[in-house]
């Protein structure tokens, strides 16, 4: 093995240049030190080896001997140091050569390789490179590990959306007869969910830097504390996404479409002052709860209002209709159809608004419930039902990045723009009843609010003490506190929305 260090080599008492003789190189020694340590190995006591000895005579002891004194001095200064040090970076090597080039007898050589710079320092540094890159290794598994639930859940969800609108297109070809192209609506679908997902690699990198990070609520669940530092108002990448493919693969002069993604951007514009403001206040509310209901049911009003107005074509003049179970329906509203569309819009906007809790959650429950209203209203709108599937697209593009763990949240940016998409759908083809079926998750979120409220609020009246129902409300808490893990809670959700979707489109089938 290779010397320990330079002064390794001071302590033996051997010289840089190689040389002929062991007796010779000892001689050279004169420290004290040396001497004392020599004569614990008797072969190599200055006596004897002060006289000319061929080395080749005696080679295998003074090697042994040779090694025993490194070890011997090694013991006294570190053991545990020079000994790694030996191990991982030098090299004692010790090459005997016997040349009968004269025929004068054999002679040998002991060359020593010596290391240069510090041994000792560069072998602690490879081992701290070899500790940070296990510690990395490790890391990043556990990273793998925690997201793999969320990873998998999206799977599913892909896969079936896929499939929900690959029958949906055959649907449409055999069943109803439109004369559509192939993929009509699988194709806007996977387009927007593929730029949602890249625009998303670009968008997040920006407001982290920003430092446009998510403010939690003070009573919300411990355990959401790790989502801090999360970024935030991701509603800003992937719904102009949804709006921009629905706009390219629909007809230039259909009002229906322009209708939504007006009612879309302007619940987006809401949303954006109110996580403006709670960004600059640096609360989990932004705009007064008042004054975010009233522009919401402003907007309602104005778009019903429009409706009333715009000559939008519907199929057996359903306009200002509710379509409804039989014997019930169609139910033609009149005006009334104009309070039931600001009714829906405020309630849709602030149930995809409650429902965005958990990573995952809203954007999922969304798009089912986008694919469920597509699936209703394809016989009355075609085109609407392909604005349905770029926005569900644009969710399944945002889960890329919000499925759990969460590298960014929608906000309320995203939330009330995917509300106010939803509701716009529902108000422009009448479809009222099977938005309420699709959108089951939501509707039940916002019942879980309601019911906890009343609770508190009549417990208290009446007994003086706050009893709830839930241990924390929207119930998606609820059950977050109940000890389920949150992809469980999400898959859940998912599987149930799946269901509710596609009774809904059976029943907009069924209805018209």
């Known amino acids: 093995m290779a010397c320990a260090s330079s002064q390794l080599v001071r302590l033996l008492g051997f010289r840089q240049t190689p040389c002929t003789s062991f007796s010779s190189a000892l001689t050279a020694a004169t420290s004290s030190t040396i001497s004392a340590k020599a004569g614990h190995f008797p072969t190599l006591s200055p006596l004897p080896l002060a006289l000319s000895i061929n080395l080749t005579e005696t080679n295998r002891r003074n090697s042994a001997a040779l090694r025993c004194c490194l070890t011997f001095v090694a013991k006294d200064e570190s053991a545990a ?3 790694t040090a030996l191990e991982e970076n030098n090299r004692v090597v010790s090459e005997e050569d016997t040349t ?3 025929g004068d007898g054999d002679t040998a050589d002991i060359r020593l390789f010596q290391s240069t710079g510090s041994s000792l320092k560069a072998a602690l540094k490879k081992y701290a490179s070899f500790v940070s890159l296990i510690h990395k290794l490790l890391r990043d598994d556990l990273r793998r590990r925690r997201i793999w639930g969320g990873v998998l859940v999206n799977t599913g969800l892909i896969t079936f959306l896929v499939l929900s609108l690959l029958a949906l297109d055959w649907y449409s070809w055999k069943t109803l007869g439109l004369p559509l192209k192939p993929f009509h609506f699988t194709s806007p679908f996977l387009i927007s969910a593929a730029l949602a997902g890249f625009a998303g690699f670009l968008y997040i990198p920006i407001v982290d830097n920003m430092k446009v990070h998510q403010i939690l609520r003070q009573e919300g ?22 709006i921009a493919v629905a706009r390219h693969f629909t007809s230039s002069n259909s009002l229906a479409v322009y209708g939504a993604i007006l009612a879309t951007l302007a619940f987006a514009a809401i949303g954006f002052v109110d996580d403006l403001l709670s960004r600059i206040k640096s ?20 778009f019903s209002i429009w409706l009333d107005s715009a ?5 057996w003049n359903m306009n200002l209709s509710a379509h409804l179970p039989r014997p019930f329906g169609p139910l033609y509203l009149g005006k009334y159809y104009l309070a039931l569309t600001a009714f829906c819009f405020a309630a849709m906007g602030n149930g995809v608004n409650l429902t965005d809790g958990l990573d995952g959650l809203a954007g999922g429950v969304a798009a089912w419930a986008f694919i469920g209203m597509s699936m209703a209203s394809i016989a009355i709108s075609p085109d609407l039902a392909v604005f349905g599937a770029s926005m569900s697209g644009a969710c399944v593009g945002f889960l890329f990045h919000n ?5 960014i949240f929608m906000g309320d940016t995203g939330s009330l723009a995917l509300g106010g998409a939803l509701a716009a759908m529902a108000s422009l083809t009448g479809m009222f009843f099977p938005l309420f079926i699709s959108s089951g998750v939501i509707v039940m979120e916002v019942l879980s609010v309601i019911l906890q409220v009343l609770s508190v609020k009549i417990t208290r009246k009446l007994h003086g003490v706050s ?12 059950f977050e506190l109940c000890g389920i893990r949150e992809p469980i809670i999400v898959a859940s959700a998912y599987f149930l929305s799946s269901i509710l979707a596609l009774i809904a489109g059976c029943t907009g089938f069924i209805l018209i």
């Open 221 to 242: 669940p411990s355990t959401h504390s790790s989502k801090r530092k999360t970024p935030t108002m991701g509603g800003l990448f992937f719904v102009p996404v949804g």
């Open 403 to 407: 499925r759990y763990k969460a590298s």
């Open 283 to 302: 609360h989990n509310y932004g705009l007064p709860g008042w004054v975010k209901l009233s522009l919401q049911v402003a907007v309602g009003l104005c």
């Open 81 to 83: 140091s020079t000994n």
């Open 100 to 102: 009968n080039a004269s």
């Open 467 to 478: 009893r709830r129902v839930f241990r924390m409300a929207p119930i998606h808490h609820h």
């Open 311 to 315: 000559s939008i074509s519907l199929p």
